[in-house]
């Protein structure tokens, strides 16, 4: 089964006209290097610098209150929770709840992610004797299995976890991404399998181990889906990866999902079907791992 059913014609002045035509697989073409985006990007773009925090500790609260909301919603639950001084594991294991839900309320879900929290905090707290070192110091496969098993976290709030606050190589797979490749006939057959994981490891094959190549990737997608490649109305003809594009640009109608039901027990996963992961060769660096403080 085929993603993408109907392409985008572009006409000469620049309109679009959605139309029936063959599916994307129709366009058979070699898969593109995952630098050749970052390439094309990071010219367009600039550095993005993201994950914004002054802590480590405050990225992962800011995973946390990002998930099916906006971030500018994120950035007002997190200056509430700075003026009220709830900002540290500490007070957000002492506060009560009421509290800690009045301060995130602009994030949405504010009930279950005030629980997430404080079990993550105390999880820190008894797990790892309070220490983000410690807890980062072990290998990606241990802390992202721990990570999964506690509720409210799924593999791309555990992977925005490991990659920005913990400096993990450990690509995050989300809505923007799918939809990216999609358009771009990378990911054009849904079959059986794990799609996340699929997408991961066609990303780690192209971007090495280079942890700040891998931040800045996905950065630039997250700027490319929020300007250019938009749900409803995609703006292809001024994207800086329009070029890159299949014979005709793809509106994918359904698009692939990333399951949307509120956080809970596998929040942020990447339900999807399987898409390919082909091997691809390494290539250069990127800026390397912004420093953020420990708490």
Same mark, same amino acid.
């Given at each position: 089964?085929?993603?993408?059913?109907?392409?985008?014609?572009?006409?000469?002045?620049?309109?679009?006209?959605?139309?029936?035509?063959?599916?994307?697989?129709?366009?058979?073409?070699?898969?593109?290097?995952?630098?050749?985006?970052?390439?094309?990007? +990071?010219?367009?773009?600039?550095?993005?610098?993201?994950? #914004? !925090?002054?802590?480590?500790?405050?990225?992962?609260? !800011?995973?946390?209150?990002?998930?099916?909301?906006?971030?500018?919603?994120?950035?007002?639950?997190?200056?509430?929770?700075?003026?009220?001084?709830?900002?540290?594991?500490? @007070?957000?294991? %002492?506060?009560?709840?009421?509290?800690?839900?009045?301060?995130?309320? +602009?994030?949405?879900?504010?009930?279950?992610?005030?629980?997430?929290?404080?079990?993550?905090?105390?999880?820190?707290?008894?797990?790892?004797? &309070?220490?983000?070192?410690?807890?980062?110091?072990? #290998?990606?496969? *241990?802390?992202?299995?721990?990570?999964?098993?506690?509720? &409210?976290?799924?593999?791309?709030?555990?992977?925005?976890?490991?990659?920005?606050?913990?400096?993990?190589?450990?690509?995050?797979?989300? %809505?923007?991404?799918?939809?990216?490749?999609?358009?771009?006939?990378?990911?054009? @057959?849904? &079959?059986?399998?794990? &799609?996340?994981?699929?997408?991961?490891?066609?990303?780690? %094959?192209?971007? $090495?181990?280079?942890?700040?190549?891998?931040?800045?990737?996905?950065?630039?997608?997250?700027?490319?889906?929020?300007?250019?490649?938009?749900?409803?109305?995609?703006?292809?003809?001024?994207?800086?990866?329009?070029?890159?594009?299949?014979?005709?640009?793809?509106?994918?109608? #359904?698009?692939? =999902? *990333?399951?949307? =039901? !509120?956080?809970?027990?596998?929040?942020?996963?990447?339900?999807?079907? $399987?898409?390919? %992961?082909?091997?691809?060769? +390494?290539? #250069?660096?990127?800026?390397?791992?912004?420093?953020? =403080?420990?708490?």
């Amino acid at each position: 089964m085929v993603m993408a059913d109907v392409l985008l014609r572009v006409g000469g002045d620049g309109g679009a006209k959605p139309r029936a035509v063959a599916p994307a697989s129709c366009y058979p073409r070699p898969m593109a290097h995952p630098d050749v985006y970052f390439r094309h990007l +990071s010219r367009h773009f600039g550095p993005q610098y993201w994950w #914004p !925090g002054r802590s480590r500790w405050e990225v992962m609260v !800011g995973a946390i209150l990002t998930q099916n909301t906006a971030w500018r919603n994120v950035e007002l639950a997190i200056a509430e929770l700075r003026r009220r001084h709830l900002l540290s594991r500490a @007070a957000m294991l %002492a506060a009560p709840v009421e509290e800690l839900r009045a301060a995130i309320r +602009s994030a949405g879900f504010y009930r279950q992610k005030a629980r997430c929290l404080q079990t993550l905090a105390a999880w820190v707290q008894e797990h790892h004797g &309070g220490s983000l070192t410690r807890l980062f110091r072990q #290998p990606t496969a *241990i802390v992202r299995k721990e990570l999964l098993a506690l509720p &409210g976290i799924g593999p791309e709030t555990a992977d925005s976890i490991l990659l920005y606050a913990g400096g993990h190589a450990s690509f995050v797979v989300d %809505a923007y991404t799918v939809r990216l490749l999609s358009r771009h006939g990378e990911a054009v @057959a849904q &079959g059986p399998g794990d &799609g996340y994981a699929a997408i991961q490891s066609w990303f780690a %094959a192209g971007l $090495g181990q280079d942890v700040g190549r891998w931040q800045e990737m996905h950065a630039l997608i997250v700027a490319t889906g929020k300007e250019f490649c938009r749900k409803s109305v995609p703006r292809c003809t001024t994207c800086p990866l329009g070029p890159m594009l299949p014979p005709a640009a793809v509106i994918s109608r #359904p698009q692939p =999902r *990333i399951a949307r =039901r !509120g956080p809970q027990r596998g929040c942020g996963a990447g339900e999807f079907r $399987g898409l390919p %992961a082909p091997a691809l060769l +390494s290539e #250069p660096k990127a800026r390397p791992p912004r420093a953020v =403080r420990e708490d």
